[in-house]
């Protein structure tokens, strides 16, 4: 069964707000997490990574927090812009060498 | 700024005839990898390919799918005899290291089967 999945598979958002793309795992043993931004049409593109020993790791404009206790991962987008709008996953992986993606959240973006 | 690029960009085929996907990944990456999309749906891992070698493989990749390093540059995907389920977008990706490394994908391949 899936190990990864998205609690909402549509978020809209009001442009300048912030945003927060929510995602729980059940693999415990999983030890690094990524946050991938699709467009349509494109490849997943790399967006922020966070390693299970951290709870918290922030990039230009996107944090990711982690809580292992429950299994949770979220990807924070400040300041939400259009070109914000995309497909989001979260992936994770457990030491061995594939990566295991969730289904995707849609982020609209309103004028 | 380096990418991976992939191609055909889009192909159309019979059921029960192979393709052939290409990628180049980027350069002085070691690790290489195959990912699907079927639309609307999430992207799911089928090999990963390290050292010449399949490193990691998933429940879809089958006796039908096959990876090749056929020179220094190239990383193909073959599909033997498709099938109709075999419509999807494939995605190609490389890193330098493994997997906790990041990985850059491909703009991919539409496959199509008929």
């Known amino acids: 069964g899936e190990s990864v999945g998205l609690h909402l598979p549509t978020l809209s958002v009001q442009e300048g707000d912030n945003s927060i793309i929510n995602c729980a795992y059940s693999?415990?043993?999983?030890?690094?997490f990524i946050w991938y931004k699709q467009e349509s049409g494109k490849g997943p593109q790399f967006i922020i990574d966070?390693?299970?020993?951290?709870d918290k790791r922030q990039g230009q404009r996107v944090t990711v927090l982690l809580n292992k206790t429950v299994k949770h991962l979220s990807l924070q987008i400040a300041a939400t812009q259009p070109g914000d709008s995309a497909v989001y996953f979260c992936?994770?992986?457990?030491?061995?060498?594939?990566?295991?993606f969730g289904k995707g959240t849609r982020l609209h973006i309103l004028p | 700024e380096p990418e991976v690029t992939q191609t055909p960009s889009h192909q159309v085929t019979q059921m029960g005839q192979e393709v052939i996907l290409r990628c180049v990944p980027i350069?002085?990456?070691?690790?290489f990898y195959w990912y699907r999309q079927i639309l609307g749906q999430k992207v799911e891992f089928l090999v990963s390919f390290y050292n010449n070698e399949i490193s990691e493989k998933s429940e879809i990749f089958d006796d039908q799918f096959s990876v090749e390093r056929p020179d220094g540059s190239n990383f193909t995907l073959k599909i033997r005899s498709t099938k109709l389920e075999d419509s999807a977008m494939y995605f190609c990706?490389?890193?330098?290291?493994?997997?906790?490394?990041?990985?850059?994908f491909g703009p991919g391949t539409r496959l199509l089967v008929l």
């Open positions: 990706a490389s890193s330098i290291q493994g997997p906790q490394e990041t990985q850059y």
């Open positions: 966070i390693r299970s020993n951290m």
């Open positions: 693999n415990s043993a999983s030890d690094y």
């Open positions: 992936a994770e992986n457990n030491r061995d060498d594939k990566i295991i």
């Open positions: 350069s002085n990456h070691l690790y």
